[in-house]
């Protein structure tokens, strides 16, 4: 018995027979199959191309601003520093250009601070030199409750 496969057509032996041949089929076949003919001037192995992303730049960040502090001496405590403000002001509060309200809140914060019982006179001077009358009226109560806090402190 014969296992080999009988041959009946003629092994095709150039382009130009090979391009008849697919001819014919792509002619027999045109009603249901659809092939696209490539050109012979496109090697049928391109070379594989690699596309390489272009770097992605990243959004420019707005720098955060920072608020520079100078250290504090490592000697002294927040409320030694207070303290020595608090002196260095006390003779100030006369050169200070601000506003009458503004000068009596100042004179307020020093009372309140140092219990200093000679910084009334001036606050309250600063306190009769403010033009609006709800807060002259606010100042003077504020001047009454020190004179009384002071008055009833004995440590004051």
Known sequence: MDIEPQTTT??????QELAKVLAGVSQQTDDTLQFEETPSSI?????AVVATPEPVQP????????????????????????????????PLVDKLDINPEEK????????RS?????????????????????????????????????SNNPSA
């Open 10 to 15: 003629k092994p095709i032996s150039d382009d």
């Open 43 to 47: 090697p049928t192995t391109a070379p």
């Open 59 to 90: 959004a420019p960040v707005m720098p955060t601003p920072t608020v520079m502090t100078p250290p504090a001496p490592a000697s002294d405590s927040l409320e030694d520093i207070k303290k020595n403000a608090l002196i260095e002001l006390r």
């Open 104 to 111: 009596f809140d100042t004179y307020l914060l020093l009372i």
């Open 114 to 150: 140092t219990d200093d019982k000679a910084l009334i006179a001036p606050a309250h001077a600063a306190a009769q030199a403010i033009t609006d009358e709800a807060r002259r009226a606010q100042a003077l109560l504020d001047i009454i409750k020190e004179i009384d806090y002071l």
